[in-house]
Structure formats: C-alpha cells, structure tokens
C-alpha cells in the first residue's frame, strides 16, 4: 500500500510547497482537490499535460492518484457535466481516476430506489470514462457512507468503470466495521480516504492520525487481508476546517504514523 495526500489538506499552499512536500517526505501519490484556489481542476494550469508540474511530480516518482470532482449523482445533469469534465482533464494527464459522490437520497425514497433514481445519469458517467480508459470512483460519502449502502448503486448501475472510493471514517461512523464494509464492497475499492479523530454529538473533532478512536490496524490489516495495493491517502480536511492543525504538522506525522501502523500488520 502507498502513501498518498490529498491536497484538501494544504489549501494555502503553492505548487513549490507541494513538492517540496513530497519530496522531503516519500509521497507515493497526490489526489487533487484545489491547487493554488483553483477548485475546479480542469480550469488549473498545473493541471494541463506537461507542466512543469506533472513534470516534477513525475521525476519525483509521485503519481497523480486521482481528481477530486464535487459531482453529487443526487443532482443528475450537474453530475453529469462535471463529471465528464473531470474526466477528460483526468485522461489528458493519464490519471485514472475521477472522485465523484452519490448525493442525498430523494426525499420520501428508501436507498434501493435512490439507487435506481441516479443509476442512469452514474452509468452514462462512466460509460464516458471508460471510453477514455478512466474510472469514475464513488466516494462512501453523505447518505451512503456503508459499504451496505453503496453497493446498492455499484449493483443498480452494473458498470465496470465504477469502483469505490473508501473512506473508512465514513464507514466507521456510520456504524459499520471495517470487514463489514469490505464484505459489501468486495474487489470494487480503488482508493482509500484515511483520517481520525472524535465524534462529539453528532460532529466530529478531528485530530492527527492516531490520536483519534478509529481502530486503524483493524482498518489497515482488512485492506492488506483483502489484497488491497492501491493508495491510502490522507484527506485532512484543512479547506473546510481551518481550525485543524496545519499541513507542515499533519502531513509529516501521518507519513511516519502511518509506516509505524503498516509495521505492525500481520
């Protein structure tokens, strides 16, 4: 399994920091979500095949893990666009994978028939993207954070370009253990969100990873059990929370904690 960051978690950060940052610490992988305030990602100029960018990046032996889209499959047409955007701009740069979500079940719809009411729009997403030899990876997010959840639309839209995205706090929290998860989602997972912390009253408290009360070795040891090689990739969620500890903190102390939990794995 390799080391990954997304870019969520240094918001403020120049192309410069970036691969300083990946150098100085052995990143394997960097998932793109906002560079240099630029949050759709086909618009960023670092983003266009051949910058110096990808160039660097390339030269230091990190790839492009994945691009982070904000398309909500509960907003069918505006997913769609976006989705299709993402991919193209995805394949310009031989990154094969597009992050997507599937939204909030339809008021007055149980999760099977949400499944079915974002099914069509999903499955012409990814008949694009395999087109374009490129898999559109649906994140375990909003209403369906369980693998239970999820594997209800990976069944419904029945496309081989659709894998899953884990974020295992989303599962965790949502009440599921990590072998239940990986039980439902099977060989389908692609990419993996790590982070940690608390839940207090219904919010979370983020802290560096470890520090929490998620079971990471548990998480870990069902991802090598199962054969996953992919990339574990943190996604400290700094865009969105600022209070939380800054990247130069985070990233260096996810780098080690995570090599010392890899360590102990069966």
Not at 85 to 97: G, M, P, Q, S
Not at 144 to 156: K, M, Y
Not at 175 to 198: I, M, S, Y
């Amino acid at each position: 399994m390799k080391a990954c960051f997304s870019t969520l978690g240094c918001p403020d950060w120049n192309i410069g920091q970036i691969l300083a940052c990946v150098k100085d610490l052995g990143f394997e992988g960097i998932e793109i979500r906002g560079l240099e305030g630029e949050m759709f990602a086909p618009k960023s100029p670092h983003l266009q095949p051949d910058s110096r960018f990808l160039q660097e990046l390339e030269g230091l032996g990190c790839a492009v893990a994945g691009l982070g889209s904000s398309a909500s499959f509960g907003k069918p047409a505006e997913a769609l666009a976006e989705c299709r955007a993402y991919v193209d701009a995805a394949a310009a740069i031989d990154c094969r994978l597009v992050r997507v979500f599937g939204g909030r079940v339809p008021e007055g719809m149980d999760h099977a028939e949400g499944a079915k009411a974002l099914a069509p729009a999903l499955r012409e997403a990814c008949q694009y993207a395999q087109e374009k030899d490129v898999i559109v990876g649906l994140e375990t997010h909003d209403d369906w954070c369980r693998g239970d959840e999820l594997a209800l639309i990976l069944q419904t839209v029945d496309h081989p370009a659709l894998q899953v995205i884990w974020d295992m706090h989303h599962s965790y929290r949502h009440g599921e253990a990590p072998a239940e998860t990986q039980a439902a989602l099977g060989n389908r997972v692609v990419h993996v969100h790590l982070k940690d912390g608390f839940e207090r009253e219904g919010k979370v408290d983020y802290r560096l990873f470890g520090e929490g009360d998620l079971p990471l070795v548990e998480m870990l040891q069902t991802l090598k059990d199962a054969g996953y090689e992919g990339f574990l990739s943190l996604e400290w969620e700094k865009k969105w929370h600022p209070e939380i500890a800054e990247p130069e903190v985070a990233f260096p102390q996810f780098r080690a904690k995570l090599t010392e939990l890899l360590s102990q794995l069966a």
